[in-house]
């Protein structure tokens, strides 16, 4: 029954992983052949800011997760405080950056 859980998962992770990536490559080709030089080079920058947005956000609360945990895999409490923690953290870190400059424009 475990296995056929675990299977499950890991068989729903891959496909819906394929499938956005075949949608990224999708939309990356219509980008390319819809966009001129100029707006393809805003959605670039844009994209940049984003992603620089998101790095920043996550600050590697979600990679401390896991060493902390350990071998306490099974202790569901334990692991639901340290998510809440790093939610919460993640949560003030946007706050934080998403209020901290005012446009000056």
């Known amino acids: 029954m475990r296995w056929r859980r675990i299977i499950n998962v890991a068989t ?6 394929g499938t956005l990536q075949a949608i990224n490559v ?3 080709l219509f980008l390319v052949r819809g966009l001129s030089v100029e707006h393809y080079a ?3 920058l844009a994209f940049g800011f984003q992603t620089t947005a998101l ?4 600050l590697g609360y979600a990679s401390t997760i896991v060493p902390l945990v350990g071998d306490r895999v099974d202790d569901r409490a334990l692991v639901g405080s340290y998510l809440r923690a ?3 953290l993640r949560d003030r870190a946007f706050w934080i950056l998403g209020h ?3 446009s000056r424009f």
């Open 12 to 17: 729903t992770f891959f496909f819906g992983q």
């Open 26 to 28: 999708l939309v990356g």
């Open 42 to 44: 805003q959605f670039g």
């Open 55 to 58: 790095l920043l956000m996550d």
């Open 86 to 88: 790093a939610k919460h």
């Open 100 to 102: 901290s400059r005012r």
